[in-house]
């Protein structure tokens, strides 16, 4: 049994297998084809954060394969009253096939999966964020071919998506280019790739628009991340230079994509011309969190079909 707690719990073979699933399933999706290998099956979802794209992909893709979902969150389960996180992972796990995870430390995901009977899936925790950089790649691929080889710009906070953007580059053989303002800098313990090493796949830059020169990628997220309400002003002074706009993206390879996870806030880590203009892919970027992850529930269910 596999579970996905963070983006090195797959091989880079394994990641090849699921971007050709994952366009196969997308192909059969867009033609209102029927793909039903998860009949029968239940995925539960419990939500400690908020979530739309999750939420929706998940649930649409699981009843789309064919299975059901159970919605569960701490407001509405006994999770939110102190139950151990091991007795729900025994209960929930007699009872699904599949369970996803929003919470806030790593360490509680991997708790739940210590005593879980089936694979847990990480949709997102304070340190990882693995179903949405499997999109993104999956994305980048769509649009511009094979990710190998190609620079990534991070631009801004040194959070979950930027962790798991570095463990993607050492498994997948890209490079990372990051600017974070001062205090906010990746923790490199959390980004190494699957080798315990990140083997010279990122750079850090002070400048942000450095950064971009020459980026193949150039991708940012919210300024202050779910569970670091409390920071949001301090944060806003200090993450003032880092916004995306069209200078960096001019610094940028004239083809450059730009990407966000979203929930965006136009005028703070992007301006509105760059995520609303021709070189942002942000919608395919959201819609593909979907196809990827019915690629990923068969490939934790059913492993490798056809
Ligand atoms: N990108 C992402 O995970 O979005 P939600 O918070 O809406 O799920
Ligand atoms: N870094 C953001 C991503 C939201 C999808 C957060 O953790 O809130």
């Given at each position: 049994m596999k579970h996905y707690l963070q983006f090195n719990d797959l091989t880079a073979d394994e990641y090849a297998y699921?971007?050709?699933r994952a366009a196969?399933?997308?192909k059969k999706f867009k033609a209102y084809e029927k793909h039903h290998p998860l009949v029968d099956r239940t995925l539960a979802m419990i939500f400690e954060k908020a979530?739309?794209?999750?939420?929706?992909?998940?649930?649409?893709?699981?009843?789309?394969?064919?299975?059901?979902?159970?919605?569960?969150?701490?407001g509405d389960?006994?999770?939110?009253?102190?139950?151990?996180?091991?007795?729900?992972?025994?209960?929930?796990?007699?009872?699904?096939?599949?369970?996803?995870?929003?919470?806030y430390e790593q360490t509680k995901i991997e708790d739940f999966a210590a005593n879980s009977r089936v694979p847990v899936i990480n949709g997102l925790t304070n340190e990882y964020h693995p179903c949405q950089i499997l999109a993104d790649?999956?994305?980048?691929?769509?649009?511009?071919?094979?990710?190998?080889?190609?620079?990534?710009?991070?631009v801004g906070d040194g959070n979950n998506m930027a962790n798991t953007w570095l463990q993607a580059a050492a498994l997948l053989g890209f490079k990372?280019?990051?600017?974070?303002?001062?205090?906010?800098?990746?923790?490199?313990k959390l980004a190494v790739g699957a080798g315990g090493t990140s083997a010279g796949s990122y750079q850090f830059f002070s400048d942000p628009l450095e950064a971009c020169r020459g980026a193949d990628l150039v991708t940012t997220d919210v300024w202050t991340s779910m569970g670091y309400e409390a920071e949001n002003e301090e944060r806003k002074k200090?993450?003032?230079?880092?916004?995306?706009?069209?200078?960096?993206?001019?610094a940028a390879k004239p083809d450059a994509l730009f990407m966000h996870c979203l929930p965006a806030h136009r005028g703070e880590e992007v301006e509105a011309d760059v995520i609303d203009g021709p070189q942002s892919v942000v919608?395919?970027?959201?819609?593909?969190?979907?196809?990827?992850?019915?690629?990923?529930?068969e490939y934790l269910l059913l492993g490798r079909v056809a």
């Open positions: 699921l971007f050709e196969l399933i997308k979530s739309t794209r999750t939420r929706v992909s998940f649930e649409a893709g699981m009843y789309q394969l064919g299975g059901s979902v159970v919605h569960l969150t701490t389960s006994q999770l939110g009253r102190a139950e151990p996180i091991e007795d729900s992972a025994k209960v929930i796990s007699r009872m699904v096939d599949l369970v996803m995870i929003r919470t790649i999956f994305t980048f691929i769509e649009h511009r071919g094979s990710i190998q080889g190609k620079t990534v710009a991070w990372v280019h990051v600017s974070t303002p001062h205090g906010y800098e990746i923790d490199e200090a993450f003032a230079d880092w916004c995306v706009d069209a200078e960096m993206m001019a919608w395919d970027e959201a819609e593909n969190r979907m196809h990827v992850q019915k690629a990923l529930m």
